[in-house]
């Protein structure tokens, strides 16, 4: 039964009341939602990246909703309600922040920048402070300090996975959620629909900006990731 369908994935039920299962759609959607497109088997490469990705930060203490992967679209996850919070890290200038501040893509940044965002598709998930957060009821003080934490520990775990794949990590969106004993857990999906991925030498971009900013075929991009991965 689907409990929930969102732009790129479904969550339905299982008979364990603590388990839930991800399926991975094919659509693509940017700008919230204003470009859209359908993209035979994104669903299946972006739930294989992902299902990578939980492995290794498992493997590295980090703490996820992942059980494991059970099919081609499908993986296994403990149940946790989501903080309405988007964290985004930045370690390279991309996208909106570039944006907002006036400055140039590509700056290496001199120390990881993290980002909250009030999860709220309908006023575009607008950026908010930590005060904001903790006034919001969205999170507790404690809460964040340990989503920093761990979000500082997770981006180490990734930046090294990836460069060991020769490909930069510019910057990523998690989402945490919070189990039925209260706790915090990585949830919802890393994929190159998530985060920023640059060819190490060339910095050709193999993530979602392909179809953002019609930079060319955007499975080509995920199944170079993917491929890298595997070796
Ligand atoms: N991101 C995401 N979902 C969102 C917003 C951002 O997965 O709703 C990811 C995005 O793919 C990028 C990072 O978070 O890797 C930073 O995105 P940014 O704030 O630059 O926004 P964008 O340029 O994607 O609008």
């Known amino acids: 039964m689907v409990l929930y369908e969102g732009k790129a994935k479904k969550i339905l039920r299982t008979d364990n009341e603590n388990e839930f299962i991800v399926y991975y759609k094919d659509d693509a959607t940017a700008f919230n939602g204003e470009k859209k497109a359908e993209i035979s088997s994104k669903g299946i490469l972006n739930n294989k990246i ?29 149940k946790v309600d989501i903080l309405l919070l988007e964290v985004i890290v930045r370690n390279i200038t991309a996208g909106s922040f570039c944006k907002r501040v006036g400055i140039e893509e590509g700056i290496v940044l001199d120390e990881p920048i993290f980002e909250l965002c009030y999860k709220n598709d309908e006023y575009g998930d607008p950026l908010i402070n930590e005060d904001h957060a903790v006034a919001m009821g969205l999170a507790t003080r404690k809460e964040i300090e340990y989503i920093k934490n761990e979000t500082l520990k997770i981006n180490e775990v990734m930046k090294k996975f990836f460069l060991d794949m020769n490909l930069k990590l510019v910057d990523f969106k998690l989402e945490f959620g919070k189990d039925k004993d209260g706790n915090i857990l990585l949830a919802d999906e890393i994929s190159p629909d998530t985060c920023r991925l640059w060819d190490k ?5 193999l993530d979602k900006d392909r179809f953002r900013r019609d930079l060319g075929d955007l499975l080509a991009g995920y199944e170079e990731v993917l491929s890298r991965m595997s070796n």
């Open 201 to 205: 030498d060339t910095n050709e971009k």
């Open 50 to 78: 992902s299902t990578k990705i939980f492995e290794n930060l498992e493997r590295q203490g980090i703490k996820t909703h992942y059980i494991k992967n059970i099919s081609e679209r499908e993986m296994l996850v403990k």
